[in-house]
């Protein structure tokens, strides 16, 4: 399995909190990624990260921001909570885009009350 | 936009019997890449099967395997021989070469009935 450490696992925060979900590597893979899951929708792309300091939009990004200051962590940030923001967190990484294939984390539960 | 299609919300199978699968995408791509992701109760994203669009041979991996209809963009999944612990929800992808996103289905969950 790939080592890919998500933490929290769950969390249950208010409405206006801030929130910060850790994904932590030991693969040193370039990509990173963090998808939400809900029912209906299948997994969808928040933002990834192709190095150091280099991250972009995916296709949820707005109430979202990311950051990538080592190889090994991408943080997720919902600056102010909404309950629109209850979801399952996803963070996948990948070593090359040739070969495509993305492992995941084992996610996190997170409840916005 | 390229999209990913999974109809069945929900499949069942007797235990031993085979079932499929279906997934369908749009692209006007010409490389991509498709593949079957398996979530048990765990929430644990596993990678099933992965398909090469320039490869006409299908994909097998043990008692799962693909039929990769390139011109009709249909990518179902045939699990043979199931097994109690291949219910999950499955999710089919796609994504095109050179690129980072995965685009997924709204998936399919499978019961395998003893």
């Known amino acids: 399995d790939a080592g890919i450490t998500q933490s929290p696992r769950h969390k249950v925060t208010e409405t206006g909190t801030p929130v910060t979900l850790r994904c932590h590597q030991t693969?040193?893979?370039?990509?990173m990624y963090w998808y939400r899951q809900d029912p209906g929708h299948g997994l969808r792309l928040i933002h990834y990260s192709y190095g150091v300091k280099d991250t972009d939009k995916g296709e949820v990004s707005d109430g979202y921001s990311v950051s990538r200051s080592k190889t090994e962590d991408f943080l997720l940030t919902l600056e102010s909570a909404t309950s629109s923001q209850t979801s399952v967190y996803f963070c996948a990484i990948s070593d090359s885009i040739a070969k495509n294939i993305q492992y995941f984390g084992a996610g996190t539960r997170l409840s916005v009350l | 936009a390229q999209t990913v299609t999974q109809s069945q919300p929900e499949m069942s199978v007797q235990e031993a019997e085979t079932v499929t699968l279906s997934c369908t995408y749009d692209?006007?791509?010409?490389?991509?890449?498709l593949f079957w992701y398996k979530q048990p109760p765990s929430r644990q994203m596993i990678l099933v099967i992965r398909q090469e669009a320039y490869k006409q041979q299908n994909a097998t991996e043990n008692r799962f395997s693909v039929n990769f209809q390139k011109a009709a963009k249909s990518f179902s999944l045939k699990i043979s021989d199931s097994q109690l612990g291949d219910a999950a929800m499955y999710f089919c992808a796609y994504t095109t070469s050179g690129t980072y996103k995965y685009i997924f289905g709204t998936g399919t969950r499978l019961k395998v009935l003893a």
């Open positions: 693969e040193n893979h370039r990509y």
């Open positions: 692209t006007s791509e010409s490389d991509y890449y």
